[in-house]
Every structure is written in C-alpha cells, then in structure tokens.
Nanobody, 122 residues
Framework: QVQLVESGGGLVQPGGSLRLSCAAS????????MGWYRQAPGKQRELVAH???????NYIDSVKGRFTISRDNAKNTVYLQMNSLKPEDTAVYYC????????????????WGQGTLVTVSS
C-alpha cells in the first residue's frame, strides 16, 4: 500500500513563505504525475500545481510567479515553495500522486495525502 505524508503547513503572515513537502512510501514501481491541490472552507478542492515525471510544471493563474513545484524522484517527494502568500491562499493543501506498483507496473493508481493546513493571516 502506498501512502503520501505531507508536512510544512502552518500559520504565516501575508507576504511570507512556506515550503510544503510530500513524501510517498510503500510498494512503488514508478510515480507519474504529482500535484498539489487545496480546499478552502466552503469551496471545492482545486488543483494548484502539477508536475510531470519529467519535471514539467503547470500552475493555476492565481499562483503563477509566487509558487514553485518541484520533485525529487530519488526520494519520491514533491515540494511546493510558496512565496508572497496572501490570505486567499488559506486552505488545506493536499498532495496527489499517480503511481504504479510491482504487481502491475503499467497500471497507474491515484493516492491522496492527509492534507496540511496553511493559514495566511496577520
């Protein structure tokens, strides 16, 4: 069974920075895409940033220029560097990964982390 464990959330003032980490563990053959989503109170979960296995990133418009997604394939870990944070970035941030295991190496499954809370407030 594959698990994602997130860390790095917390309380930060507007204009501040945080770095989220998400490490995958378990019986992993390969990991394809990885991404960060967020869900603010009363809102639907939305994709924030996405990175392919080759390292190509994509972002939603509201975080472009402020957030940077990266990954360390050797560690099965994805990161989200968040700079110039705004109150509207407040949300629970979830990591997602598409992986294959040793049983069926070319069939991909999706897995979610438990979420980490980011609060941007003065």
């Amino acid at each position: 069974q594959v698990q994602l464990v997130e860390s790095g959330g917390g309380l930060v003032q507007p204009g501040g920075s945080l770095r989220l980490s998400c490490a995958a563990s378990g019986s992993i053959f390969s990991i394809n895409a990885m991404g960060w989503y967020r869900q603010a109170p009363g809102k639907q979960r939305e994709l924030v940033a996405h990175i392919t296995s080759g390292g190509s990133p994509n972002y939603i418009d509201s975080v472009k220029g402020r957030f940077t997604i990266s990954r360390d394939n050797a560690k099965n870990t994805v990161y989200l560097q968040m700079n110039s944070l705004k109150p509207e970035d407040t949300a629970v941030y979830y990591c997602n990964a598409r992986y294959s295991d040793y049983v069926s190496r070319y069939k991909y499954h999706g897995v979610w982390g438990q979420g980490t809370l980011v609060t941007v407030s003065s």
